[in-house]
C-alpha cells in the first residue's frame, strides 16, 4: 500500500494532534489548548466551556434567539439526566453555554445579524 503524504493545518485554537491507526486509515484529531474545549457548530469555532463566575453566553436549544449573555452562576454537568445544566445570574437555567469571547460570537448563536448604522 502506497502512502500519499498531504499537509494539514493545525488550527490556532488547537496545540495538539492525536493519530490514530483504525482499519488501515489514519485518523488525525486536532485537540484543542484546554480540556473541555469543544468545536460549537454554530460559531464553527473551539469554544471553552465556562466556569462558575465566567461570562459566558447561554441559551436553549429552541429559543436561541433569546440567548443571553451573563455570568455563570452554577452549573450541575454532573447529572447527565438535567437537561439544562447551566444558571446565569437572572437564577434561569439554560440548556446550553459557552464562555462569552465577542460579539461577533453571539450574533452567530442567535442567528442575528445587525446593519450597519
Not at 500500500?1 to 486536532?30: G, H, Q, T, W
Amino acid at each position: 500500500m502506497k502512502m500519499k503524504l498531504i499537509d494539514y493545518k493545525i488550527p490556532a485554537e488547537c496545540s495538539r494532534v492525536s493519530i490514530e491507526a483504525i482499519d488501515n486509515k489514519l485518523l488525525i484529531i486536532f485537540e484543542p489548548e484546554h480540556y473541555g474545549d469543544f468545536h460549537c457548530d454554530l460559531t464553527d469555532h473551539v469554544e471553552e466551556v465556562p466556569r462558575i463566575g465566567d461570562t459566558a453566553i447561554l441559551w436553549n436549544d429552541e429559543e436561541r434567539k433569546c440567548a443571553i449573555i451573563a455570568r455563570l452562576s452554577d452549573e450541575n454537568s454532573s447529572d447527565l439526566t438535567d437537561e439544562h445544566p447551566y444558571q446565569a445570574a437572572n437564577s434561569v437555567w439554560y440548556q446550553n453555554a459557552i464562555r462569552f469571547r465577542s460579539e461577533d460570537q453571539y450574533r452567530q448563536i442567535t442567528g442575528m445579524s445587525y446593519g450597519k448604522k
